[in-house]
Every structure is written in structure tokens, then in C-alpha cells.
């Protein structure tokens, strides 16, 4: 996959953001809300310095910028593991395995 540019990337990061968020509130389990919130905290912090580039640098490529290099990923990674056996609705699962996997390539 080519790199993003920030333009995408914020456009990613929002659609993660929200479903990350709907995720939360579906979940009963006490350890995937708190990754969750871990994962939407990094997001929304990333989103934070996203809106403060100019509209007219959005073509340039994208690099994190909040967290210290694959801290994203690693967070990704472990909230993977924890949904391993978590029941969640099938609309949540069928889009959160994409941009799970699609992040993972994002925020490495």
C-alpha cells in the first residue's frame, strides 16, 4: 500500500476515530473499553495536530505525529488480541477488521 497523504489520513483517522468510538459503547468488557479508550485517545490526539496543518499541505505524505514510532500500532495490535474472543455487531466487525489492518500499515 502507498503511503497517505494527510489529506487521507485525516479522512482515515476520523472514520477509525468513529468507529472506534461506536466499539466502545457496544462493548461490555471492561479491557476492551479501556484499550479502546487508549486507541481513541492516541487518535484524537493525532487528530488534534492534524487540523492545525494548512488545507493547502494536505498533499504532502503523511507521518504520525503524536506517538513515539509503531506506539500506534503496538495499541492497534493489542486491542486486536483482546477482540479476538469479544462479541461484537457484525456491521462493527466487518468494518473494524479492514481499518484494524489498514491502520496497522498507517501508524507503522
Same mark, same amino acid.
Given at each position: 500500500?502507498?503511503?497517505?497523504?494527510?489529506?487521507? +489520513? *485525516?479522512? @482515515?483517522?476520523?472514520?477509525?476515530? +468513529?468507529?472506534?468510538?461506536?466499539?466502545?459503547?457496544? *462493548?461490555?468488557?471492561?479491557?476492551?473499553?479501556?484499550?479502546?479508550?487508549?486507541?481513541?485517545?492516541?487518535?484524537?490526539?493525532?487528530? *488534534?495536530?492534524?487540523?492545525?496543518?494548512?488545507? !493547502?499541505?494536505?498533499?504532502?505524505?503523511?507521518?504520525?505525529?503524536?506517538?513515539?514510532?509503531? !506506539?500506534?500500532?503496538?495499541?492497534?495490535?493489542?486491542?486486536?488480541?483482546?477482540?479476538?474472543?469479544?462479541?461484537?455487531?457484525?456491521? *462493527?466487525?466487518?468494518?473494524?477488521?479492514?481499518?484494524?489492518?489498514? +491502520?496497522?500499515?498507517? @501508524?507503522?
Amino acid at each position: 500500500m502507498s503511503k497517505k497523504t494527510i489529506g487521507e +489520513a *485525516t479522512s @482515515f483517522i476520523e472514520e477509525l476515530l +468513529a468507529l472506534m468510538e461506536d466499539m466502545y459503547w457496544e *462493548t461490555n468488557a471492561v479491557d476492551v473499553k479501556d484499550q479502546c479508550f487508549n486507541v481513541i485517545r492516541l487518535l484524537q490526539n493525532e487528530m *488534534t495536530e492534524l487540523t492545525k496543518i494548512s488545507v !493547502q499541505d494536505h498533499d504532502y505524505e503523511y507521518e504520525v505525529i503524536v506517538c513515539k514510532p509503531g !506506539q500506534m500500532k503496538a495499541s492497534i495490535d493489542e486491542l486486536e488480541d483482546i477482540l479476538a474472543g469479544e462479541v461484537l455487531r457484525q456491521r *462493527t466487525r466487518e468494518h473494524l477488521v479492514p481499518l484494524l489492518e489498514t +491502520a496497522k500499515i498507517v @501508524f507503522a
